[in-house]
């Protein structure tokens, strides 16, 4: 059983810089590609940014690109989306997600491909 759990979020003015957290259980961590989604009150859930099992591929909404970035440290079994400028309409729930690749190079923006989600960080920027 693959277990994510999400942390880091919390309020921030608009402006300012979150990162979050997403530690994950499989000790083939390498092998999953990883992915961050979020969903904001009365709205789908939307992809924000993904990333390769090597860590070598991204992939972002355009609305983030440049402000946030997604990374790994397969060392430790986490992925990180640190996010800076941030705007009041990036106030949502953040959810990781993941799944199990033979190649480390796949990326994977699509919320129906994911396999395993975390239970939500609640991050609310203020105006």
């Known amino acids: 059983q693959v277990q994510l759990v999400e942390s880091g979020g919390g309020l921030v003015q608009a402006g300012g810089s979150l990162r979050l957290s997403c530690a994950a259980s499989?000790?083939?961590?390498?092998?999953?590609?990883m992915g961050w989604f979020r969903q904001a009150p009365g709205k789908e859930r939307e992809f924000v940014a993904a990333?390769?099992?090597?860590?070598?591929?991204?992939y972002y909404l355009d609305s983030v690109k440049g402000r946030f970035t997604i990374s790994r440290d397969n060392a430790k079994n986490t992925v990180y989306l640190q996010m800076n400028s941030l705007k009041p309409e990036d106030t949502a729930v953040y959810y990781c997600?993941?799944?199990?690749?033979?190649?480390?190079?796949?990326?994977?923006?699509?919320?129906?491909?994911?396999?395993?989600w975390g239970q939500g960080t609640q991050v609310t920027v203020s105006s």
């Open positions: 990333i390769s099992g090597s860590g070598g591929d991204t």
């Open positions: 499989p000790r083939t961590f390498d092998r999953y590609a």
């Open positions: 997600a993941g799944r199990m690749r033979l190649s480390q190079r796949v990326v994977i923006t699509t919320e129906k491909e994911y396999d395993y």
